[in-house]
């Protein structure tokens, strides 16, 4: 199977910004070129790699392997710009917003590493809510924001106009119950549970799971209490009031006393991205370094947690 790299980058636009139009202004060719673009990607692939719906384009598994191909492709050509415009040219300030779980673990254990290998570089983090978050980055406070979607729904949402996604990681949910309150997770109905699920803030990714399970299975999904902060949520389940959704990277260097973590089917996963504004603007060297860096320190992460 042989076929042009560079359409692979054509299909990774399309995948980032949701449709074919939202991806030619992107890449500021014609909507025309891009899907010719993509017609020909798929005769050399030998199948379909794209679903056209109502609310856009979505990605089949086929198309979900390519645009993994052409993001490594952007990787590697971003990783050779850099060089070739020397490490000491790197200087500015990037202020990156993004939830508890993703900052404490991926981003803040790399800052020393980075601030070595780009000295002239400032990273400065700004952890919120993401209303809170999303409002500064409108406002061109942030120059970028780390998202989370509950997958099934992260193709679903559209992005305000100028405004594109990176894919950085994809972790499962874990269900979080009192430590022996279940003895097996063989057929576990999860409309059933001896115990109340514990709601969380309105705009968390895992609302959407709650969501999902309701819909799937037909069941009145009754919450009590509402917490923020995982630590919250373990200590809540620890006693006894309740289970909870939470995703892997929230439970990384926490301590699980008197919880069991469960590993449960049909529970979906975690999608995070980088938020960002498109590149029909002058291009930032700095920050298209920071967002090389997040994307490596997420795949070194996914790496790990997989192995």
């Given amino acids: 199977m042989e076929m042009d790299p560079r359409r692979l980058l054509v299909l990774l636009a399309v995948a980032r910004t949701g449709g074919v139009l939202a991806a030619a202004d992107e890449l500021r060719i014609t909507p025309s070129a891009v899907s010719q673009q993509l017609t020909k990607l798929e005769s050399e692939a030998g199948q379909a790699l794209l679903l056209r719906t109502p609310k ?42 993004g939830f508890t779980s993703f900052m404490r673990t991926v981003v803040i254990p790399r800052l020393p590493e980075w601030r070595i290998q780009y000295p002239q570089l400032q990273i400065q983090l700004v952890e919120d809510a993401f209303p809170a978050l999303m409002r500064l980055f409108r406002q061109r406070q942030l120059d970028a924001v780390v998202v989370e979607h509950d ?77 923020q902060d995982t630590l919250t949520a373990l200590a809540l389940v620890a006693a006894g009031e309740g289970v909870a959704i939470v995703p892997t990277l929230a439970l990384t260097g926490v301590v699980h006393d008197q919880v069991d973590i469960l590993d449960v089917p049909g529970l979906g996963t975690r999608h995070i991205a980088l938020r960002r504004f498109d590149r029909r603007r002058p291009t930032s060297l700095p920050l298209d370094t920071v967002a090389r860096l997040l994307r490596e320190s997420a795949a070194a992460f996914d790496t790990r947690s997989t192995s």
């Fill in 56 to 97: 856009g384009s979505v990605l089949t598994p086929a198309g979900l392997a390519m645009a993994e191909a052409g993001e490594e492709i952007e990787r590697a050509l971003n990783v050779a710009r850099s060089r070739v415009q020397g490490q000491a040219e790197v200087a500015g300030v990037v202020r990156v917003g």
């Fill in 151 to 227: 997958s099934t729904t992260s193709n679903q949402r559209p992005l305000a106009a100028g405004m594109v996604e990176e894919p950085l990681l994809d972790e499962p949910w874990k269900l979080v119950v009192p430590a022996g309150s279940l003895l097996t997770t063989d057929n576990l109905d999860l409309s059933r549970l001896p115990l109340p699920w514990l709601g969380v803030e309105p705009s968390a990714a895992n609302i959407a799971v709650l969501g999902r399970l309701r819909h799937s299975t037909g069941a009145q999904i009754e919450t009590i209490h509402q917490y």
